[in-house]
């Protein structure tokens, strides 16, 4: 069975700093896809960003980044510059080769601190 | 671009009454999701659609809930009879599909949230 884990329940960041939120998976399978959304009070699910498990590059939007360690099967997302904005819940995504369905974590709480 | 629409935004219905969530999917896509969401935990699929037919059912508790996509657009999430553990946000989610399921974005709407008394 795939499995994604966010270790870290809640997290806080004070406005304008960075923080980095946590997640594993496992999986058998060498070419696929991760994504990071992020769940306002508004409870829509947003696309933060995704990575290519077949690119060494981490992929970069905006103020979010991902640490993507193949090897290791980890996932980190990186906010820089946090902003009231991004308090929210965060959710790490895994859709298995050949299963079509999302995997998610049970997510990060972030907290921003004006 | 219109996002993906749910109604309603809240239910609340004692338990062993019926109820039904509706959902229009991004206009072209081809794949429709229902997720379960219980406070504090990750969305859970239900249901997946590809056009109007059901490709993985296999978490849907198929004794009480149903789904259907009529003509491959719209489609209809029903709970009969609710249960006091079916209280949480259901999620619907559609994506165009093209290029293999696993590297398509999911597109998310607001969700409906159920309470069950």
Redesign the interface.
Known sequence: AQTVTQSQPEMSVQEAETVTLSCTYDTSESDYYLFWYKQPPSRQMILVIRQEAYKQQNATENRFSVNFQKAAKSFSLKISDSQLGDAAMYFCAYPGAGSYQLTFGKGTKLSVIP | EAGVAQSPRYKIIEKRQSVAFWCNPISGHA?L?WYQQIL??????LI?FQNNGV??DSQLPKDRFSAERLKGVDSTLKIQPAKLEDSA?Y?C?SSSSRGG???N???????T?LSVL
């Open positions: 794949t999701y504090g935990q990750g969305p859970k699929l997946q490709v993985d946000v999620l989610a399921f696993s590297k974005i999911q597109y998310f709407g607001a969700g949230r």
